[in-house]
Every structure is written in structure tokens, then in C-alpha cells.
């Protein structure tokens, strides 16, 4: 008996030593790559604001996720077997809803370096009385439940091939229980994410078109972010901070910051160069100027 516990002991002393080497392994080979050291020493980010009543970081406190921490996390990534964005779409979409939706495929592609593929598109009468209500307070806001998109729509289609899968609906979402709405949702490790452009603003109307457009793309990324594991970002303004409303998202970028970056280059390998000069020629040929003049900015770093 007593030997028995010293080995016990022996095992589980050789249990925590091999789990120290691992962690302190996994640390020494998480380390920011070069372009990420270069953007960030270029001061062009901004740092986290102030958190104020009402946004996210000041209801949530969500804790910091570093590079290493991220990597030790294991999280999800791109492989050889595993190297397609899919589109799926639920629902009818106007014409230039359909433009928008076009161009977040093609902007998707360019951010994650992976080919994006488009699922046969879904009707919304696959959507059950269940998994519908009408918003409380108005008379005929329709929403879908985003837990049931997820778990009996996206789950059962996911390819095997897919990196990640994401679907795009132009019915509003919430999540159920108590909660209003929300702009989408993602799981970190089942490769799926779901999310609307119902409160992104009207696309018909011109003056509208270029905000709808960079918060279809925002929220598209960031979605697709969380489908890679990733946590929200509270080191810099960057396209994963998490958001509250439309007007807190209005204020967030569309590029990651140096941290992000370090973990989505661990999770897809873009290559950076190329990365930055397509996504400058996609912000020029969209009208997206300030972000066109960043990306130029990245380039210069270099
Ligand atoms: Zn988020
Ligand atoms: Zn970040």
C-alpha cells in the first residue's frame, strides 16, 4: 500500500513537472511574430479607452487573453483538412443587402486568407414557431432564437472541411430568456457562428450604405474571431473589443490590434504583406478611407 502511494506520488510529481515543461514549452514558442512587433512599435493603435457606464468592459470586466495565454489555450485553427470559410445564408435579402453580404465574403477571404465557400442558401420557414417570437413592446419585430440557429441549423450542416461556418440572416437575433437582442453570436470551439444585419441600418438609402457596409464587415470578423478561440481584446481600440451597442461598435475599428493579429496569424498564417495590400485596394475600391490610410500605415511599418 504504501509503495502503491509513492508511486501515485512518483506519478503525479511527474504529472506536474511535465506540466510545467509544457507550459513553459508552449510560452517560449508563443512569441509575438515580427510584423505584429513592428505594427505595434509603430504607435498606430490606440490604447483601450476608459470604460463608461453603459459599455461593455464597464457591465462585463472581462479579463485580459494574452498571445501565450491564447496559444495555451489550444484553440481552434486552420489546418489542411480544415481550411474553408463557409457562408451559409437563412432568409430572404434585398439587393443590396446581397451587394453587402457579397462583399463580407470577399473582405472575409482578404482578413483570414482563407477561401471563403457559400453554402446553398436556407429558407427561414426551416425556423419553427418555437425558435421565433415577436420582440416584447412592438407589434411585429420578428426575431429568431440564435441558441436554436446554432445548435439544430448550423451545427448539423457544418462541413468537415470547414475551418469555420458562419451564417448570415436579416431577421434580428436574440438568445433567449431576458435578453432584447443580439448582433450575433459564436461558439469558441464548435467552429460556428450566427449573426444578423437587421440593426446595421438600412443599405437602399445612400447616405447609410459605406456605415452598414463597415459594420456588416466588423461584425463578421469579430464573429469569426470568437469561432478562433479568441477572447475580447482589452489591450487597444481593435475589432474584437466587445460591444453593448451600435454606438460603442461605430467606435471600434476594423483591424485588430498588434495582440489579435499575433493570435489570428497563429490560428490561419496570412501572410502579411499581401494581407495589408489587399485589404488597402478592398477599402479604396469601398470608400472605406480611413481604413484604406491604416492599412497603409501597417504597410509602412514593415
Ligand atoms: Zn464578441
Ligand atoms: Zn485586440
Known amino acids: 500500500m504504501k509503495e502503491k502511494f509513492s508511486a501515485l506520488r512518483f506519478l503525479l510529481a511527474v504529472g506536474l513537472v511535465l506540466g510545467l ?4 514549452f508552449a510560452q517560449r514558442k508563443a512569441v509575438m511574430p515580427a510584423f505584429a512587433k513592428k505594427v505595434q512599435a509603430a504607435g498606430i493603435y490606440d490604447d483601450f479607452p476608459e470604460p463608461k ?9 472581462e479579463p485580459d487573453q494574452s498571445f501565450s495565454q491564447y496559444v495555451q489555450s489550444q484553440p481552434v485553427r486552420a489546418t489542411k483538412q480544415r481550411k474553408f470559410l463557409y457562408v451559409q445564408t437563412l ?6 443587402q446581397e451587394e453587402i453580404l457579397d462583399k463580407t465574403c470577399e473582405y472575409l477571404e482578404i482578413f483570414y486568407g482563407l477561401e471563403v465557400r457559400r453554402l446553398k442558401p436556407l429558407s427561414d420557414s426551416i425556423v419553427p414557431k418555437k ?38 440572416t436579416s431577421t434580428d437575433l436574440w438568445p433567449g430568456n431576458d435578453w432584447n437582442f443580439c ?12 449573426w444578423s444585419i437587421a440593426r446595421n441600418g438600412d443599405p437602399e438609402d445612400e447616405q447609410q450604405y459605406t456605415d452598414v ?22 489591450r487597444h481600440r481593435c475589432n474584437m473589443n466587445g460591444s453593448n451597442s451600435l454606438e460603442e461598435s461605430d467606435t471600434q475599428p476594423l483591424e485588430m490590434c498588434p495582440v489579435c493579429l499575433a493570435k489570428l496569424h497563429y490560428a490561419v498564417k496570412f501572410n502579411f504583406r499581401k494581407r495589408w495590400t489587399e485589404l488597402q485596394e ?11 490610410e491604416f492599412a497603409e500605415a501597417c504597410l509602412e511599418a514593415q
Open 213 to 234: 457596409l463597415r459594420r456588416t464587415l466588423r461584425l463578421a470578423t469579430h464573429e469569426t474571431g470568437h469561432m478562433f478561440s479568441m477572447l475580447h481584446c482589452i
Open 282 to 292: 478592398f477599402y479604396e475600391e469601398n470608400g472605406l478611407l480611413p481604413e484604406a
Open 21 to 24: 515543461v509544457s507550459d513553459t
Open 53 to 61: 457606464p453603459g459599455d461593455w468592459q464597464f457591465e462585463q470586466r
Open 183 to 194: 448582433f450575433g453570436y459564436a461558439a469558441y470551439r464548435y467552429r460556428i457562428g450566427v
Open 91 to 96: 432568409g430572404e435579402f434585398t439587393e443590396k
Open 131 to 168: 425558435a421565433r417570437r415577436i420582440l416584447p413592446g412592438t407589434v411585429d419585430h420578428v426575431q429568431f432564437n440564435v441558441m436554436y440557429l446554432m445548435e439544430k441549423v448550423l451545427y448539423p450542416r457544418l462541413p468537415e472541411n470547414a475551418a469555420a461556418c458562419l451564417m448570415f
